[in-house]
C-alpha cells in the first residue's frame, strides 16, 4: 500500500526547535516533489513549504520563512522539516504531501496539486 508517515512531533516551548521527518511506504521520495502542510484548529490546511525532487527549489509560506527549513535525502528515502523558533502560532497537526505532477506545474501551495497526503504529526508550541 502507498502511504506516507510524518513524525517527530511534540510538545515543546516556544523559541525550541523541532524536526519533522516524512518517510513513505509503497514508493520512492526520489522521483517526486514534496510538500509539508499543516493544519490547525479551526483553520484550514496551510501550505508550509515545498521541495523539488533535487532539493534546488525550496519556497516557503511567509509565516515560516527565516524559521523552518525543509530538506530530503533520497537516498534515505525521507523528506525534513527542520522548524527553528517555533512560536505558539505554529502548534498545528503537520503533515507531508506528494505532488501530482512528474514535472513542475506551479501552483505549489494548492491542496488540490497533491495526490498523496500522509498521517500527521502534532505539534504544539507552549510554555
Known amino acids: 500500500e502507498v502511504q506516507l508517515q510524518a513524525s517527530g512531533g511534540g510538545l515543546v516551548q516556544p523559541g525550541g526547535s523541532l524536526r519533522l521527518s516524512c518517510a513513505p511506504s509503497?514508493?520512492?521520495?526520489?522521483?517526486?516533489?514534496m510538500s509539508w502542510f499543516r493544519e490547525a484548529p479551526g483553520k484550514g490546511r496551510e501550505w508550509v513549504s515545498f521541495?523539488?525532487?533535487?532539493?534546488?527549489?525550496?519556497p516557503y509560506a511567509d509565516s515560516v520563512k527565516g524559521r523552518f527549513t525543509i530538506s530530503r535525502d533520497n537516498a534515505k528515502n525521507v523528506v525534513y522539516l527542520e522548524m527553528n523558533s517555533l512560536k505558539p502560532e505554529d502548534t498545528a497537526m503537520y503533515s507531508c504531501?506528494?505532488?501530482?505532477?512528474?514535472?513542475?506545474?506551479?501552483?505549489?501551495?494548492?491542496?488540490?496539486?497533491?495526490?498523496?497526503w500522509g498521517q500527521g504529526t502534532q505539534v504544539t508550541v507552549s510554555s
Open positions: 504531501a506528494r505532488y501530482r505532477h512528474s514535472y513542475f506545474a506551479g501552483q505549489v501551495s494548492s491542496l488540490d496539486q497533491y495526490n498523496l
Open positions: 509503497g514508493f520512492s521520495l526520489s522521483n517526486y516533489d
Open positions: 521541495i523539488n525532487v533535487y532539493g534546488g527549489y525550496t
